[in-house]
């Protein structure tokens, strides 16, 4: 069955610090890639996400992630980070189920 | 647009009470989705329907029932609340299914007392 490992469940950064938040993804065919942001008491809403040809994919607000095949891996990263980029941050896969599966989630707290 | 609408936003049941979260979206898609959210659980599927007519358990069914309406709605029921359904509820759409990305509702943030 397919599953998605977040592992880094809480990160605490000071502001203009760089992140990198992991993801792992357990499923051996082709699969597509999201990660998903949730700013405080508000819905999830798409921050990038990977179909094909590129392995590194740019997203909003200055986020990009890395698509590694041979590690099962779509790490996030961002620069630099800023205050608003408070949130929790969900990895999730699709593949031969054509439905989503998510992570358990990674709280970001950047700190001003 | 409005995207993906729930109703209510907020809701305080008794044990044993029911009640129906309710569920539309505007975007003529054609697979809707109930996500519960838990603390250190990420997100659950609850039920899905691939399409219009069609409904499918997810990982945690047990305890709620689902109605396609039509394809806009999609409403997820519980039948006699318990409070281990104390959870954020999500709807959420796809045009295509999980394979292209989901827009999320806002959520029903649920108490069971």
């Known amino acids: 069955a397919q599953s998605v490992s977040q592992h880094n469940h809480h990160v605490i950064l000071s502001e203009a610090a760089s992140l990198e938040l992991g993801c792992n993804y357990s499923?051996?065919?082709?699969?597509?890639l999201f990660w998903y942001v949730q700013y405080p008491g508000q819905h999830l809403q798409l921050l990038l996400k990977?179909?094909?040809?590129?392995?590194l994919v740019k997203g909003i607000k200055g986020f990009e992630a890395e698509f590694i095949k041979s590690k099962f891996s779509f790490n996030l990263r961002k620069p630099s980070v800023q205050w608003s980029d408070t949130a929790e941050y969900f990895c999730?896969?699709?593949?031969?189920?054509?439905?989503?599966?998510f992570g358990t989630g990674t709280l970001l707290a950047v700190q001003p | 647009n409005a995207g993906v609408t729930q109703t209510p936003k907020f809701q305080v049941l008794k044990t044993g009470q029911s009640m129906t979260l309710q569920c539309a979206q505007d975007?003529?898609?054609?697979?809707m989705y109930w996500y519960r959210q838990d603390p250190g659980m990420g997100l659950r599927l609850i039920y899905y329907?691939?399409?219009?007519?069609?409904?499918d358990k997810g990982e945690v069914p047990n305890g709620y029932n689902v109605s396609r309406l039509n394809k806009r709605e999609f409403s997820l029921r519980l039948e006699s609340a318990a409070p281990s359904q104390t959870s954020v509820y999500f709807c959420?759409?796809?045009?295509?299914?999980?394979?292209?990305?989901?827009?999320f509702g806002s959520g029903t943030r649920l108490t069971v007392v």
């Open positions: 959420a759409s796809s045009e295509y299914g999980g394979n292209y990305g989901y827009t």
């Open positions: 499923y051996g065919g082709t699969v597509n």
């Open positions: 990977y179909f094909s040809g590129d392995p």
């Open positions: 999730a896969v699709s593949g031969a189920t054509n439905k989503l599966i």
């Open positions: 975007m003529n898609h054609n697979s």
């Open positions: 329907s691939a399409s219009e007519g069609t409904t």
